[in-house]
C-alpha cells in the first residue's frame, strides 16, 4: 500500500507559480512511477504529467508542456508539480497517483494509488 498526501495548492493570479508536493508513505516510493492528474468541474479527471521512479523520463501533457515541471526526490519520498506561468484555464483540483508499473502511463486506470486532491484556483 502507498499512501499519498498532496499540499501546496491556492489561489494564485494567471502568470503565477505555485509548486505541489506529494507526500508518500508505505511501501517503497521509489518503486513506483509517479502521476499528476487534475479535475476541472464538469470535467473529466486528465492527465497534466509523469514520472517514472528514477526520475529519468517524464512526460506531459500538450497543455501544460513547457510551463510545468515534475520531479521526485525519492529520499524524501515526495514528489512535486512546479506550475508556471499559470492560466486561469489551470483551475482545477490536482491530484498525485502513483503505480506499479516502473514505466510511464498516462491513463488514470493504470495507477492503482491517489492521493485526496489539492484545489488550484488561477484568477485573471
Known amino acids: 500500500q502507498v499512501q499519498l498526501v498532496e499540499s501546496g495548492g491556492g489561489l494564485v493570479q494567471a502568470g503565477e507559480s505555485l509548486r505541489l508536493s506529494c507526500a508518500a508513505s508505505?511501501?517503497?516510493?521509489?518503486?513506483?512511477?509517479m502521476g499528476w492528474f487534475r479535475q476541472a468541474p464538469g470535467k473529466e479527471r486528465e492527465f497534466v504529467g509523469a514520472?517514472?521512479?528514477?526520475?529519468?523520463?517524464?512526460r506531459y501533457a500538450d497543455s501544460v508542456k513547457g510551463r510545468f515541471t515534475i520531479s521526485r526526490d525519492n529520499a524524501k519520498n515526495t514528489g512535486y508539480l512546479q506550475m508556471n506561468s499559470l492560466k486561469p484555464e489551470d483551475t482545477a483540483i490536482y491530484y498525485c497517483?502513483?503505480?506499479?508499473?516502473?514505466?510511464?502511463?498516462?491513463?488514470?486506470?493504470?495507477?492503482?494509488?491517489w492521493g485526496q486532491g489539492t484545489q488550484v484556483t488561477v484568477s485573471s
Open positions: 514520472i517514472n521512479s528514477n526520475g529519468l523520463s517524464t
Open positions: 497517483a502513483a503505480t506499479s508499473r516502473d514505466y510511464i502511463v498516462t491513463l488514470t486506470t493504470s495507477y492503482q494509488y
Open positions: 508505505g511501501r517503497a516510493f521509489s518503486t513506483y512511477s
